[in-house]
């Protein structure tokens, strides 16, 4: 199976429906099921690289194909719904697993490896899989490029604090077809720094969290997530800068229950003006194959 740019979940932290919520959203979601259900987000670039491994990947495997051949993980930041520990021990039961799995954390995440094998709790179990060869932690620099699973990427800063209180890792990725993909979960408005590192960047695809979806008055430039509202503002920001052009394909991720439905959020966006098409992602879409 070709995993290439699929979106094995789509929501925020407490997932749609969040099993411990009755809100109009997450019964809608029950009821109606298909689109409208989102597991923790995680994109699947290759068959070797996907961005970030949270809490339900092992569901989403089931569906939208095995984790056999990944081999690398870039790790937005340290929240467990993005970077979770029980994944590591899921990698470590594997019978036939040849090769680690390399975790990437930017400079200020990668003090969760030295929090994990301090840890009273943790310390010993992680340096089992250490030892046994199941993980493997990686550093990466903001603004540094690497090349990981034959795709270049570069870290730039987000607007978000992770379990560390480290700044979210967006990062900025050069696939092997040629062309160019942001990935902006979890921020809210860019950084000054992330705008000018993206100027004239001319995306083909931008991956862009839409957490509180049609939550009003959080503000023009909102900490931490964005909303559609801010999210329409950025898209046009950046449109203005040259990093997105008209063609450019922008990617809605990372929504929660907080005020609006799939199928809302999806008509709000149908009914405004971009400079380039728009899409409320959902659990298994493939990028490029969302109009089939």
């Not at 809605?252 to 971009?274: D, M, V, Y």
Request: proline fraction near 4%.
């Amino acid at each position: 199976m070709n995993n290439n740019l699929v979106f094995y979940g789509t929501g925020a932290a407490e997932a749609i429906p969040s099993p411990f919520c009755s809100c109009r959203v997450c019964r809608f979601a029950r009821e109606h099921g298909g689109r409208e259900e989102r597991a923790r987000s995680m994109l699947r670039v290759s068959d070797e690289l996907s961005l970030d491994l949270g809490p339900d990947a092992v569901l989403r495997a089931m569906r939208f194909g095995d984790l056999t051949k990944l081999r690398h993980v870039l790790v937005t930041h340290t929240h467990l719904d993005h970077f979770s520990y029980d994944m590591m021990e899921v990698r470590s039961m594997s019978l036939d697993a040849q090769e680690p799995l390399v975790f990437w954390l930017t400079d200020e995440a990668f003090r969760a490896v030295e929090c994990f094998r301090t840890s009273e709790f943790l310390g010993a179990e992680t340096d089992r899989l250490l030892k046994k060869g199941a993980m493997e932690f990686r550093r990466l620099e903001y603004g540094k490029t690497e090349t990981v699973a034959g795709v270049r990427v570069t870290p730039l800063r987000g607007n978000h604090r992770g379990q560390i209180g480290e700044n979210s890792a967006n990062y900025l990725l050069e696939l092997p077809d040629g062309r160019t993909l942001y990935y902006g979960l979890d921020t809210g408005w860019y950084l000054p720094e992330t705008f000018e590192a993206l100027r004239g960047r001319a995306l083909d695809l931008l991956v862009s969290e839409c957490t509180y979806g049609l939550t009003p008055d959080r503000g023009e430039q909102p900490e931490g997530h964005l909303d559609a509202f801010a999210c329409e503002r950025l898209i046009h920001a950046l449109f203005e800068q040259g990093t997105l052009t008209a063609s450019s394909r922008v990617y809605l991720t990372h929504i929660n229950h907080h005020a609006s439905t799939g199928a809302e959020l999806t008509a709000w966006f149908a009914q405004r003006s971009f400079p380039c098409p728009v899409t409320v992602a959902w659990d298994g879409m493939r990028i490029g194959e969302e109009e089939r």
